[in-house]
């Protein structure tokens, strides 16, 4: 089992070492999968990630934030000063409680919103709610997806490739575009892409081209919201050890494997993710516009 790491983000260190090897053994959950059933269990920040005041009374609408990445970008918006709402699949609930939890220990708001982001009306009911739960909306985080791998384009179906589509892109382009009569200037976006829009993988490709479309959607939008004093950026996670990989994202059999053929020799932990998304929403990023900002252990990438 991982345990947290013993030291925060702030502590100089050997990032070949900082979290304790993995070697996960074969395993299978079903579509979207949960952290709590994960094994080895990751590693989102809980007891290790440190705040220093980067997102002071910030309200922030997270897609995904139950578990994984999302989850560890939450507990961080949270001990950095942010309120946040929480949105996940109702079959999520209890990741979505543990870290809803944590958010409250940390001293914030968290606010549980549930429903498919595949759903338009969804997309556009839940900015709302957040915003009038929240007293208003600052900064949106679009993580949410779905990675179903497929061997062979003759199995790849119809009804999943729309449905990659509508999760992981059409979402967000309808959430952003609902939050856009809430954002101040000021606020930020940050879209999770992924490697994958550079090194598509042969069994990804319906995800792959998901990914690819994010980056430059991102970087479109950028453009058009810069001259508002809205910025959008991206964030592209290599292997990151999350209940996406053992829900279908990856064969089973590269599972004790996952991550290993990075130049850094380990996968990733989603808490390793959260700085990036933090320093992409704070002030302090303000000339930063239609950047992926790349997380994968050091495989060159565009
Ligand atoms: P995760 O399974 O923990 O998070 C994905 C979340 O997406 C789920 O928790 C779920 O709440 C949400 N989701 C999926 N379908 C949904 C739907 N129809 N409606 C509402 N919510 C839905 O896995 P993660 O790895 O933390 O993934 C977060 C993001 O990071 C994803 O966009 C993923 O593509 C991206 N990413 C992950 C990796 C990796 O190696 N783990 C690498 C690159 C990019
Ligand atoms: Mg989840």
């Known amino acids: 089992m991982t345990d947290d790491a013993q030291t925060d983000q702030l502590t100089f260190q050997n990032p070949v070492t900082r979290f304790p090897e993995i070697t996960p053994p074969k395993q299978h959950q079903p579509e979207p999968g949960l952290d709590q059933e994960l094994v080895p269990k990751t590693d989102r920040g809980q007891r290790s990630y440190r705040g220093t005041g980067r997102l002071e009374g910030r309200k922030a609408l997270i897609t995904g934030a139950d578990s994984g990445i999302g989850a560890a970008v939450a507990i961080a918006f949270a001990r950095e000063g942010a309120d946040v709402a929480l949105s996940y699949l109702p079959a999520e609930e209890a990741d979505a409680q543990e870290i809803k939890r944590c958010i409250e220990e940390s001293g914030r708001r968290a606010v549980l919103l549930p429903g498919d982001l595949a759903d338009p009306e969804f997309c556009e009911r839940l900015v709302d709610r957040a915003a009038e739960a929240l007293g208003g909306l600052d900064a949106l985080v679009n993580n949410a ?50 490697i994958q829009a550079y090194k598509p993988s042969e069994t990804l490709l319906d995800y792959a081209s998901t990914k690819a479309a994010i980056n430059n959607f991102t970087k479109g939008l950028g453009q058009q919201l810069a001259p508002k004093g809205i910025r959008v950026n991206a964030v592209a996670p290599g292997p990151i050890w999350t209940p996406l990989q053992v829900s279908d994202g990856q064969p089973k059999d590269a599972l004790p494997e996952f991550g290993k053929n990075t130049p850094i020799g380990r996968a990733g932990q989603p808490t390793e993710l959260a700085p990036a998304y933090v320093f992409l929403t704070s002030p302090e990023s303000s000339y930063v516009i239609g950047e992926t900002l790349n997380v994968n252990g050091g495989t060159p990438s565009p």
């Open 145 to 194: 997806g779905r990675q179903i791998a497929v061997a062979d384009i003759a199995d790849l179906r119809d009804e999943q490739w729309t449905a990659t589509f509508e999760t992981n892109i059409h979402a967000i382009y309808r959430v952003s575009k609902a939050a856009l009569k809430h954002l101040p200037a000021g606020s930020t976006i940050v879209n999770s892409t992924s």
